[in-house]
């Protein structure tokens, strides 16, 4: 099985990519790929997985986007939940300029075979497709109490707060289940000028959402929660540790 993470350019931007492997210890890392747009990542994704073999792709990008106006409902649970950790998502409509690409992405890949996986029975090998916000997942995988803000201000700043999340995917994710083995020559080097560090930063995005799609593929809704669902669209994120307290509305579920 194989799980690959795309941290997706929604308009004119690059795109970060992932690509994971099971293996009998757990996770095995291939390779990482940044690709200047979007026709890019399908050629790309062509190449690194087979038209019969099993995957997962984790879209850190809304694919189902079913609102004219306003905003998802799983776009509003993502402010309720992961708000107070400054992790509420952008919100997403058809009005919105990157509406007609991201749909168009989702439905390239579903023409390959991978189906949106709302709902997933665990470690069953098939063909699937997810949307997968890194915020919400790092704050559960870190234990953050806010959110790594390698994404906006001064260059110095974003690059020492993506230096802490490089450490923490370097340190955390060989420990969790399914276990991700990393070296620190396995992940990307920072450099310090603003446009190559955004390529960097699109390419650890993509691993968290390529171990977040793994952890939904091994466990389900076990150890996982879903906003939203497939009529309106969704996002996977991994659930907090057991010692950590979960909204009553998801522990329900």
Not at 1 to 20: I, N, P, R
Not at 67 to 85: I, P, Q, S, V
Not at 181 to 195: I, R, Y
């Amino acid at each position: 099985m194989y799980f690959v993470g795309v941290d997706l350019g929604w308009q004119s931007g690059g795109s970060g990519v992932c690509h994971l492997q099971q293996v009998a210890t757990g996770l095995q890392l291939l390779g990482f790929y940044h690709c200047d747009t979007r026709v890019d990542v399908l050629a790309l994704l062509d190449r690194l997985i087979p038209p019969a073999a099993p995957a997962l792709i984790a879209v850190d990008a809304p694919t189902l986007i079913p609102n004219e106006t306003g905003m998802r409902e799983c776009d509003r649970l993502a402010h309720r939940y992961f708000g107070k950790y400054d992790a509420g998502c952008y919100p997403a409509n058809r009005g919105r300029p990157f509406a007609t690409a991201l749909l168009e992405f989702g439905l390239a890949l579903e023409a390959r075979g991978f189906q949106h996986a709302p709902k997933i029975s665990p470690q069953k090998a098939g063909r699937f497709q997810i949307e997968l916000f890194p915020h919400p997942a790092t704050i559960h995988l870190f234990r953050l109490s806010k959110i790594l803000k390698y994404k906006k201000g001064r260059i110095a700043e974003r690059r020492q707060a993506l230096a802490h999340l490089r450490n923490l995917q370097l340190i955390t994710l060989p420990t969790l289940a399914p276990s991700l083995t990393l070296q620190e020559s396995d992940l990307p080097t920072l450099p310090k000028g603003g446009k190559a560090l955004k390529a960097v930063e699109d390419q650890l995005d993509s691993l968290t959402c390529a171990y977040a799609g793994a952890h939904w593929w091994w466990w389900g809704l076990n150890r996982n929660w879903v906003l939203g669902d497939a009529a309106g669209g969704y996002i996977v994120v991994p659930a907090p540790y057991s010692d950590q307290v979960a909204p009553k509305s998801l522990r329900d579920r």
